[in-house]
């Protein structure tokens, strides 16, 4: 059984980069081999970029403003 026969008969979720890659529309001219390298090339780059994302979510503004946060404690 291929892989894309696979993901269709689990029913997993797919992103839109995997979606395209599973439609034909990228990764045309490819084995499977190759599409499973573009594959795990885009779960890398959703890992990368969800990671950075979540790491700026944590940042605490003032250190990018320089201002000092409303009700916190200031150094006298």
């Known amino acids: 059984m291929s892989l894309r026969a696979h993901r269709l008969k689990d029913g997993w979720p797919r992103r839109r980069g995997i ?26 780059l ?12 944590m940042l605490d503004p003032t250190l990018l ?4 946060a409303a009700g916190g404690h200031m150094m006298h």
Do not use: C, K, N
């Open 46 to 57: 959703f890992l990368i970029v969800a990671h950075v994302a979540m790491i700026f979510g």
């Open 19 to 44: 979606a395209l890659l599973d439609l034909g529309l990228i990764g045309r001219a490819r084995g499977e081999h190759g599409r499973m390298a573009i594959h795990a090339a885009l779960v890398g």
């Open 65 to 68: 403003t320089g201002a000092a």
